[in-house]
């Protein structure tokens, strides 16, 4: 009896060391990067968590396909390494001695990727499935783009400055207006210029004559 | 014959409010964007605290003498540049009109670049900065394409802010987000100078303080910022055997020029609305050296920050390096650190240089990530904007630093405008009953019509070859002319004496000797040389093609030869004014010679003083 159950236990252990090894069929690699995600506040990767992450796969599994009957004891755990990172399989037990597909695998732990993050507290990367990639999620994009409200505020303190300004010009030149007519009509236009004592409107240039020695324009300007 | 300039009341043209203003706006002017992205770029790649040696000496024989003759002149004169040179001579008057022709080429494109400062600031209120992360692609598997080959920074500024062509040639359309902002920029720029330097008089005090409080906070930050110890004793460690270069002497003596902006007419126009008896030597120094001050004290946040980003990415190399191996290795978590990578990277050297060969490790090296030096549009849309991604309350910072950039841009296109306006103010384009605020509309509303080109794919192409055609050899030219007009033709002895008049004591020997034979010999050998440079290397440019196999690299491309057609037409334009001026002028004596009978009646002018 004892020999047969011993038996029974070794084949078992074979098995499972065929079906989980590094770069087994259907297998997937996990890296998990705790002390990144979490500081201080760490916790360590014991046989505890091994067992919630076998449980999370097997909870996958159910939530994929509804006729699943994954045990937690179909996940295979292997190769634990002190990164932490480790390998697991997925067995069949209708089926003896198999795996489930790695397809079936992958769309299960894709479809609930977001509750086995947040059961171990950790996040896309830093829960990393190699080989399974994950859907970026989009940004948020506001219905009216922000730029375009800053910038309308922008231009309507411009235009409301212009408008202000060439308003208050305008007033300004009316004002002026205004008092230069008062002006003219109190004083005399004494404004008359004057060139050697002779008023110009008594100069008719038509008439007099011109000495043409005295006429070279150069005289006005610098000379070379 | 010198006729007595008249006394301000009387002759009814704007003056300053107070002596600040004017001094601020010289300031203002002199003062912009090549001072906080060029200058620190020319101390990073020539030796650091060697390069402030040249530059210096350029600024004492170079710079402070040509401010100070064309503050002078402006002040003496009261005309802007066209009606300054007119008055010297009227062969001279092709001087005014090629710096009039360059205000106005320089304005155009200028303005554009303050639009892509615009869209950078209005699209910083946005939480996370749109130029940190990289869209998806179609699918949402993965990002852009584009995006992730180069990085979300270049994405955005290439692409999104862009749309930039591969080639010159292709236009592209035009893009109506940089319409919409390069509207919203000549709005505010109308806004500004809408009654000339009345308006502009009192935006000043904004725009030209404002930039040194923001500066200031940066400094603040950026010296508590991981790394930015690294960046500034790598800036100004002197390097003294770049002296030797004679390219670093060239650059200095460009850079003073440049960033004084001389020659444009625009310091002639603020100086001629000032009161006569006021002392412009003083002024001269003053503004000079505020300028290279200013240099000085932007390089420090600059050099802060593009430290800290070294650092940054320094250790997100080592990092990822880090992680690549412990993943390989299966090490626990953080068993190595960045203090012992280099212990663990040679044991396993030597105990699996297959493996650690198979896992193409990047080489980390904190000097070469420093090296990476940028300039001009780069430093800030690309290099600065991944700074501040890494600095905590980016949006905040993002915000002051373009607000920042969108002022030293503004108080610079103040003195731009002030040199196309007031010429034309004096010209009197549009009758004298017509209010001022018509003419500087028309002036805005054409610039910004022609300036929608620049808005097109291939836009930041163009504004590269304006950049480097027209704002670079003509001013050099029109600079040689003015102090050979002004020494040699109008006669020092008598301008000496117009100066004295001015400032009230008897001028220096340091101004006789650099206005006579220096600052005109240094412009010859800095123009001479500066041309054989640029002859030097074909004219190409650097093209953001995604197709190109070295992308994210830049292809190297030629320009076609309408393009260099175009790149010819705007340096000789502007400087071949000069000439043709003194031909129109001689061609009109010969035929006023030819017939006396043609001489106009105009002896006995009643116009009042008309020169």
Known sequence: MLRALLFTLSVVAIAHAELCKPDAQNAFKVRISIKTALGDNAYAWDANEEYLFKAMVAFAMRRYSSKSTTQISNVLLCNVTDRVSFWFVVTDSSKNVTTVPGSVVEAAIRMNRNRINNAFLLSDKTLQFLKITSTLSPPVEPSTPVWLIVFGVVLCLIVAGIVFLIVSGIQKHKKKNKESTEGENLEEKVEVTLENGIPCEALDLKAGHINGVFAADDERFTSL | ?611
């Open chain 2, 1 to 611: 014959l010198s006729s007595a300039p008249e006394s301000p009341s009387e002759d009814g043209r704007p003056k300053w409010d107070n002596k600040l203003q004017y001094i601020l706006s010289c300031i203002g002017f002199a003062v912009g964007l090549g001072n906080v992205w060029r200058f620190p770029y020319l101390c990073q790649i020539h030796g650091g605290g060697a390069f402030l040696i040249p530059y210096f000496i350029a600024l004492l024989f170079e710079g402070i003498p040509l401010l100070h003759l064309e503050l002078a002149l402006g002040q003496y004169l009261r005309k802007g540049s066209i009606g300054a040179w007119n008055t010297i001579s009227p062969y001279l008057g092709g001087i005014g009109v090629g710096s009039w022709m360059v205000s106005v080429l320089v304005s155009l494109y200028y303005n554009t670049v303050l639009t892509w400062v615009m869209w950078y600031f209005i699209n910083s209120f946005q939480e996370p900065l749109p130029w940190s992360v990289c869209p998806l692609n179609e699918n949402r598997t993965g990002f852009n394409e584009e995006c992730y080959e180069s990085t979300a920074v270049n994405y955005f500024w290439y692409r999104k802010t862009l749309n930039i062509t591969p080639d010159i040639a292709e236009s592209g359309t035009l893009q109506w987000w940089l319409i919409l902002c390069l509207a919203a920029c000549w709005g505010i720029v109308y806004l500004c100078t809408i009654r000339g330097i009345e308006t502009t008089g009192k935006a000043i005090y904004v725009t030209a303080i404002f930039p040194y409080l923001v500066l200031t906070i940066f400094l603040i930050q950026g010296l508590t910022l991981p790394g930015a110890t690294e960046g500034l004793i790598y800036l100004f460690t002197p390097n003294l055997k770049t002296l030797k270069n004679p390219r670093v002497w060239l650059d200095a003596a460009t850079q003073i020029f440049f960033s004084l902006s001389l020659a444009f007419g625009g310091l002639i126009a603020f100086a001629s609305y000032n009161p006569t008896k006021n002392d412009c030597e003083k002024d001269a120094v003053t503004v000079a050296i505020v300028n290279s001050m200013t240099s000085l004290y932007a390089s420090i946040p600059v050099f802060s920050v593009l430290g800290f980003k070294a650092t940054t990415a320094y250790w997100d190399c080592l990092d990822r390096n880090i992680i690549n191996i412990i993943n390989e290795f299966d090490l626990p978590e953080e068993s190595i650190m960045r203090q012992n990578y280099t212990s663990w990277i040679n044991f396993f050297n030597s105990s699996y240089p297959e493996k650690i060969a198979g896992l193409k490790l990047k080489s980390c090296d904190l000097q070469e990530f420093l090296d990476q030096s940028v300039s001009g549009t780069g430093l800030a849309f690309i290099v600065f904007t991944q700074a501040i991604i890494l600095m905590p309350g980016s949006q905040a910072w993002a915000i002051l630093f373009f607000i920042m950039l969108f002022s030293l841009g503004l108080s610079s296109m103040f003195g731009n405008i002030e040199g196309v306006f007031t010429p034309l103010l004096e010209l009197q384009i549009i009758p004298k009953s017509a209010p001022k605020e018509l003419l500087s509309g028309i002036i805005c509303l054409i610039c910004f019509l022609i300036a929608l080109c620049f808005t097109l794919g291939s836009g930041s192409y163009w504004i590269d070859i304006f950049d480097r055609y027209a704002a670079s050899v003509p001013l050099l030219v029109l600079a040689f002319f003015e102090v050979i007009g002004v020494v040699y033709i109008y006669k020092i002895k008598r301008f000496s004496k117009d100066v004295e008049w001015m400032t009230g004591r008897k001028l220096n020997l340091y101004w006789q000797i650099t206005w006579r034979f220096i600052s005109p010999l240094l412009l010859l050998i800095v123009f001479m040389a500066f041309v054989t440079l640029q002859m030097q290397k074909p004219p190409s440019y650097a093209a953001w093609n995604p197709k190109y196999e070295g992308f994210p690299m830049k292809e190297e491309k030629v320009y076609p030869p309408w393009v260099q057609a175009i790149c010819v037409l705007l340096a000789a334009l502007p400087c071949v004014c000069v000439p043709l001026v003194v031909l129109f002028h001689l061609v009109k004596q010969k035929c006023r010679r030819k017939d006396p009978r043609l001489v106009p009646p105009e002896v006995f002018s009643c116009h009042g003083a008309n020169s």
